[in-house]
């Protein structure tokens, strides 16, 4: 998926917002904390998500591209790799939700 259209590179949670270094020099803001305190534990853990997000994706991707002739050789040591086809669809789901 080499289409993927978010901002790249490292996604970073702080105290005031989640932000990407990548492709510019002052900083990508993705999102901006709450001002009120009240919130800020969820806020917390809101950022935590998001800046997760982008290596999430990315591993969803690998997981559905893994090649069935990587499975067949780990079979061989006894190693199951298998998805059932309610965990094939949610990530799908979650990858088309990510990028479309």
């Known amino acids: 998926m080499e289409n993927l259209k978010h901002t790249k590179g490292e996604w970073t949670?702080?105290?005031?917002?989640?932000?990407?270094?990548e492709d510019c020099v002052i900083g990508n803001i993705i999102c901006d904390a709450p001002k009120s305190n009240k919130?800020?534990?969820?806020?917390?853990?809101?950022?935590?998500?998001?800046?997760a997000a982008p290596d999430l994706l990315e591993s969803l991707i690998q997981?559905?591209?893994?090649?069935?002739?990587?499975?067949?050789h780990y079979k061989k040591y006894g190693v199951t790799l298998t998805?059932?086809?309610?965990?094939?669809?949610k990530?799908?789901?979650a990858i088309n939700k990510?990028?479309?």
């Open 63 to 72: 997981l559905i591209d893994f090649p069935i002739e990587d499975i067949e």
């Open 98 to 100: 990510a990028t479309k």
């Open 91 to 93: 990530i799908i789901n």
């Open 39 to 51: 919130s800020y534990e969820n806020w917390e853990a809101n950022a935590k998500l998001i800046s």
């Open 83 to 89: 998805l059932n086809e309610l965990q094939y669809n």
């Open 13 to 21: 949670a702080t105290m005031d917002d989640v932000y990407s270094l």
